[in-house]
């Protein structure tokens, strides 16, 4: 498994060893190769000869660190994820799955976005080079089992959130970003807290170890390139979830919205139909997965681990 040290190879590398017991698990990281030397991929390759990749390696980010480097997102990604794939497939790796982010859906899908939207116009235009980069995948597990009979495997994961995410300022998605400055704000008995736009957007979040637990039926029963949305399905607005983080991590302040600042798309929520069609569902309440996203930030940083 690449991508190993990551947020989602944290939660993925436990369920594949519990699935898996009688497989050995490689979970590699970036210390272990540099993917984007395309000999390191095949050393890697070579070194750990592996029946499956799961490929998780990536450039990711939030909105300000995409603004601030588009053309990294852009690069790094696509590099990466075509070297791996085509190594892969010259390897004689028997399956290949790999992940890409709900935010390669076009900025004007419309909710619930199913998977054949995918191809209904560009991404939002922010993240559009990472987001871009990321759904070539799709393209190349296509063309791939068309011409050669490979047998890979896209599944798109909503807004993820959960333990070992990253809570960096400039990186963090809008859970970890809230995480954190609740329980900064709340530490340094702040008299309010503001948090950008109008709040009103609505969003779809998935519990990282709901998708994680995922992956392993992946594995052993799906064999397609039709990529399959795994997320909760459900619809809770930016203001709801500040409220909900407030009363998780105990902010006794005021929450002010700062209208001057950009919404962004006002309705992103997950078709989960052909998820549940194979039987597959994320089914932890996003109060019970903030609950524990909140205890574990806390505890990560009383021990200097968590990323800032």
């Not at 990281?29 to 390696?57: E, F, T």
């Not at 039709?226 to 809770?236: A, F, K």
Request: with cysteine; charged share 20%.
């Amino acid at each position: 498994m690449t991508g190993a040290s990551g947020f989602m190879g944290r939660h993925i590398a436990p369920a594949l060893a519990a699935a898996f017991p009688a497989s050995e698990i490689c979970p590699l990281g970036r210390k272990d190769y540099d993917l984007l030397d395309p000999a390191q991929v095949a050393h890697m390759l070579a070194d750990r000869r592996p029946d499956a990749v799961v490929h998780l390696a990536g450039k990711v980010g939030g909105i300000i660190a995409n603004k601030k480097y588009p053309a990294d997102f852009y690069y790094e990604n696509l590099l990466i994820n075509t070297q791996v794939f085509h190594a892969c497939f010259k390897a004689g790796v028997k399956k290949f799955l790999t992940v890409m982010g709900g935010c390669s859906y076009p900025a004007t899908a419309t909710s619930p976005i199913s998977e054949d939207q995918m191809w209904n116009g560009l991404p939002q235009q922010e993240s559009a080079p990472y987001s871009c980069a990321k759904k070539m995948m799709l393209i190349q597990s296509e063309s791939y089992r068309r011409q050669h009979g490979y047998n890979s495997i896209v599944v798109i994961p909503g807004n993820v959130y959960g333990e070992h995410d990253n809570f960096n300022e400039e990186y963090s998605h809008v859970i970890p970003a809230f995480v954190r400055r609740f329980i900064e704000s709340t530490d340094r008995k702040a008299p309010f807290i503001t948090c950008y736009g109008t709040g009103l957007p609505t969003r779809d979040f998935v519990y990282a170890g709901d998708v994680a637990a995922t992956i392993p039926w992946f594995l052993n029963n799906y064999d397609s390139s039709d990529p399959v949305n795994i997320s909760s399905g459900t619809r809770i607005s930016i203001r709801e979830l500040a409220e909900i983080l407030k009363a998780a991590t105990g902010f006794k302040g005021e929450i002010r919205w700062d209208t001057t600042k950009p919404d962004g798309q006002m309705d992103k929520i997950f078709d989960v139909t052909r998820l549940h069609r194979l039987g597959l569902s994320c089914p932890t309440p996003l109060r019970d997965g903030l609950r524990r996203t909140t205890a574990w930030f806390r505890e990560a940083r009383r021990q200097g681990t968590v990323r800032l």
